[in-house]
């Protein structure tokens, strides 16, 4: 894993991912104290950073690999992200889900052109042990979440856009915000700017209740949530960093930072307001953590990456209703 | 009024102005029967495509006429466009609205640094005279929302970052929808294509009931419309197309498209849901008319500029309500 492989995932992304714009208000550097410059990766396609990882990864593969298919475990953005990489690849995608994640969720999945799988979550069925089977009948290649080289290739060149984009805006120092679940966009991001812009430097941010990367930057060894699940800010949601992003950011990142639900919700309810963006809750953490804990942080400007926007129209509305 | 302007306001605006990118989204184009290719202006700084025009008329004046200040009257996305472009450029700016705008809309324009100068609507009083009063006192520069040489030549930057990012994504023949107020817009965006992208053609999109520069391409003379008020595309609602847009509508666009409110808020909805992005109901219209009134628009991608997304939350959470 080393900025090299970013950069081949950044050629191989050319043209085919969304560079997305770095945005800014006025109304929001009020409220933060500083400047605020936003990386809204909800403008990437499928709704998430997501996409980055899933074609690179699928890009990586060779050619006669690529046809047989590529599978993965997930109800969420990297469902999506992988699946339509795979699609507009040609490649055919199998997307292992619970059967009781939403029905809006299988449909767009499908209708991206993946095959979903259901596995039965409430009767205790293992997606592991189902999904191997399907991956060995058919020769499938895995591709995990986060814990994988050129997913974690395909999310850096995120940080790879920001380098250049923030040096344009004049800003060479400060820290990157960065919402964070197993780790894949904020390693990817770290090591990005530790070649391209090392002034600037990368930070975990995570909701209460589900902080462990910030935990295990600071005891320096991988600590778990306790609850897996009954969070808002479920697309970050996972149980620890993983196994080859945690050194990556035990060695670059700096200390994470920790905000409540509230002030996730009330940060997708300003990026509605001051950026006419779409913001889910979880990927909205680093942009509360840059408006309301700026005590915590170092730097005339601050940039924070929005990361996905895939959110349900009654939370969204939620938000709106307690903080718009 | 021609190409030359538009280019030396793109040289004026670059580095200020922000260079929106295009979006799309497979589920749309299912919807449209083509490609569906967005430029969301809502992104663009102040929430709409006005920052452009507003940008390019202040940075036209020379220094001292510049130092005097600029008035404008609005209450809506020309004001707040003018305002952040003056603050900018250091110079003072009135804006002058009714005293029964929404409280919301006033106290957005003072924080973007204008000054701001109500006058009596519901008593009578006329805006015009208020206004000239204070231009003539202070030597203030009258800038007119779409009448006006500057503006146009700035809304059509627009049109030349459409004709290079369309090309980029293969799309160099079809349709480019354009929500339609008096026609700044428009016309400067008819302008940009015809030098850059000749396989590319300008079309207005209005409301129903609001269709005066639909109507006037038909006739060949400005119509005008019936009411002035009442729509919930209240941003692109004006009396009828301009002096000075009108006969460049005429000569480059092709016919005008109308979509009804619902298919307005609609196509809001679908934005929120596939793009990711806030639109306010008036500039959906060109996108209602991309996803819903394909037959009335020629080849395989249309382009569609989403112009604005100040939009009050209770409107768009109707809209989500009633279309996500």
């Not at 945690?246 to 409540?260: A, D, K, Q």
């Amino acid at each position: 894993m080393n900025i090299d492989m970013i950069r081949a995932a950044a050629t191989r992304l050319k043209g085919h991912a969304r560079r997305t714009p770095l945005l800014t208000s006025p109304f929001l550097d009020e409220i933060a104290g500083r400047r605020v410059i936003v990386k809204p990766e909800c403008l990437q396609h499928t709704g998430s950073f997501k996409f980055r990882g899933g074609w690179s990864a699928v890009s990586a593969l060779d050619e006669a690999t690529r046809k047989r298919g590529v599978i993965a475990f997930s109800s969420g953005n990297h469902a999506q992200g992988v699946a339509l990489a795979a699609a507009k690849h040609g490649a055919p995608a199998v997307i292992v889900m619970p059967n009781d994640a939403p029905a809006l969720k299988i449909d767009n999945t499908r209708a991206l052109g993946a095959e979903v799988v259901l596995y039965d979550r409430p009767g205790g069925e293992n997606r592991e042990a189902v999904g191997d089977v399907i991956a060995r009948e058919r020769g499938l290649t895995l591709i995990r979440p986060y814990d994988e080289p050129q997913v974690i290739a395909g999310q850096g060149t995120t940080g790879l856009e920001i380098a250049e984009q923030a040096r344009e805006l004049g800003v060479e120092n400060g820290d990157v915000l960065i919402c964070c679940g197993g780790g894949g966009l904020t390693s990817g991001i770290a090591m990005a700017l530790e070649a391209e812009a090392p002034g600037l430097r990368a930070r975990p941010v995570e909701p209460e209740g589900f902080d462990d990367v910030v935990r295990s930057l600071i005891t320096g060894g991988i600590e778990t949530n306790n609850r897996q699940s009954g969070s808002l800010c479920d697309a970050i949601i996972t149980p620890s960093p993983g196994e080859i992003t945690f050194p990556i950011m035990s060695r670059l990142c700096g200390p994470g930072v920790v905000v409540s639900e509230d002030q996730a919700m009330h940060a997708v309810a300003l990026a509605f307001k001051r950026l006419k963006i779409v913001v889910e809750p979880g990927g909205a953490v680093a942009l509360a953590a840059a408006l309301f804990h700026g005590d915590k942080i170092e730097g005339e400007a601050v940039v924070a990456v929005c990361t996905g926007g895939n959110v349900d129209k009654d939370v969204f509305g939620d938000a709106l209703a307690r903080f718009a």
